[in-house]
């Protein structure tokens, strides 16, 4: 093996592996809702899938998922400005896409469709008598648009993986 083999690896080359490694990273934990959480939450009684979802919605809101969901907002941002002033490069239109899948594909409808219905469900009482209806519309209203997160984050990995390897001159 060739140990200068990471030499020609540019910051700007690592910080788009970075943000695949990141979009791969959201796809994985949207994934495990769009699977089996969300069906798993579905198939005990409402009462627990709602206050499930809730502790869900609380627990999210930290350091570390801030960190990653954000920095690969921002990050996607900060690419896809530099890629279009650089249009004529192989690797621009990768990273275009891999760009506007985060950011139309996760965090547009994260925050415009998911995260609104998140709220909706904190005001559920568990307990009530219209909890099992307000379930029943979450989960049909959240979970189609989680698919639409899942695959675009995934898709926005290999874009830019693919981004990044035409710029290595791969």
């Given amino acids: 093996m060739n140990p200068n083999i990471l030499l020609p690896m540019s910051p700007s080359i690592l910080f788009v592996v970075g943000l695949a490694i990141s979009s791969a990273m959201l796809s994985g934990l949207l994934f495990v809702f769009s699977n089996f959480a969300m069906k798993a939450f579905s198939n005990i009684p409402v009462e627990s899938g709602v206050s499930s979802m809730q502790s869900i919605n609380s627990a999210i809101l930290n350091p570390g998922f801030f960190g990653l969901f954000s920095g690969t907002a921002t990050g996607s941002l900060g690419v896809l400005v530099i890629a279009l002033r650089h249009w004529e490069h192989p690797a621009s239109s990768w990273i275009v896409a891999g760009a506007l899948l985060c950011l139309i594909g996760c965090f547009l409808v994260t925050a415009s469709i998911n995260v609104p219905l998140n709220h909706q469900l ?49």
């Fill in 122 to 170: 904190d005001k559920v009482d568990p307990s009530a008598a219209n909890a099992a209806e307000a379930w029943k519309d979450y989960l049909t209203r959240w979970q189609p648009w989680n698919h639409v997160r899942t695959i675009a984050t995934l898709m926005a990995a290999a874009a830019y993986a693919v981004g990044a390897l035409k710029m290595a001159g791969a």
